[in-house]
Antibody, heavy 124, light 110 residues
Framework: EVQLVESGGGLVQPGGSLRLSCAASGFTFSSYAMSWVRQAPGKGLEWVSTISTNGGSTYHIDSVKGRFTISRDNSKSTLYLQMNSLRAEDTATYYC?????????????????WGQGTLLTVSS | QSVLTQPPSASGTPGQRVTISCSGSSSNIGSNYVYWYQQLPGTAPKLLIYRSDQRPSGVPDRFSGSKSGTSGSLAISGLRSEDEADYYCAAWDDSLSGVLFGGGTKLTVL
């Protein structure tokens, strides 16, 4: 059974840093690109970042470029999101998402499994 | 800034057919597939439609998707109370080199 378990969320002051983790199991993690998608309280979904299978290619939404870094450790089947210079507008539930093996490209928003999410609150 | 535009709300009575639109541009829907997600309150999104008109196994055939030009649509026929949820479209955008989600449509079953 595929499982994605996010952790690392919490309360952080503006300007602070935090690292989110997503522990994956039930599939060959190293064979899939992975993504982070966030959802601010009461708002819609917003894609944040995607990383290729070996970590060699990444995409980030403009609003987090230079502040957030997506990475992965295939030996630990874990996805990460390092978040620096946090702002109030980064407050959201962060989901990790796995693409389907039928995905047309490695960066397509064709997500067949999602974690339960971890809440980040940026506030003083 | 490229965006995917959805109506904020939609409604129907049980048994009716409802359609939700997703309007984009040539750099996203016009040149890439559309994906649709259903999100029930307090839960993670669930994939409903992929590659514009394909249904994953386990998704009822009451749900169907289509794409024409720079717009996509999700149709739900035989509306049921359990369909009450938020629905999101998504597509890759070639100009932004990123994924766009629509703003979401809250479906109410009257």
């Amino acid at each position: 059974e595929v499982q994605l378990v996010e952790s690392g969320g919490g309360l952080v002051q503006p300007g602070g840093s935090l690292r989110l983790s997503c522990a994956a199991s039930g599939f060959t993690f190293s064979s899939y690109a992975m993504s982070w998608v966030r959802q601010a309280p009461g708002k819609g979904l917003e894609w944040v970042s995607t990383i290729s299978t070996n970590g060699g290619s990444t995409y980030h939404i403009d609003s987090v470029k230079g502040r957030f870094t997506i990475s992965r450790d295939n030996s630990k089947s874990t996805l990460y999101l390092q978040m620096n210079s946090l702002r109030a507008e980064d407050t959201a539930t962060y989901y990790c998402a796995k693409p389907s093996r039928d995905s047309s490209t490695w960066y397509s928003p064709h997500f067949d499994y999602w974690g339960q999410g971890t809440l980040l609150t940026v506030s003083s | 800034q490229s965006v995917l535009t959805q109506p904020p709300s939609a409604s129907g009575t049980p048994g009716q057919r409802v359609t939700i639109s997703c309007s984009g541009s040539s750099s996203n829907i016009g040149s890439n597939y559309v994906y649709w997600y259903q999100q029930l309150p307090g839960t993670a999104p669930k994939l409903l439609i992929y590659r514009s008109d394909q249904r994953p196994s386990g998704v009822p055939d009451r749900f169907s998707g289509s794409k024409s030009g720079t717009s996509g649509s999700l149709a739900i026929s035989g509306l049921r109370s359990e369909d009450e949820a938020d629905y999101y479209c998504a597509a890759w955008d070639d100009s932004l080199s990123g994924v766009l989600f629509g703003g979401g449509t809250k479906l109410t079953v009257l």
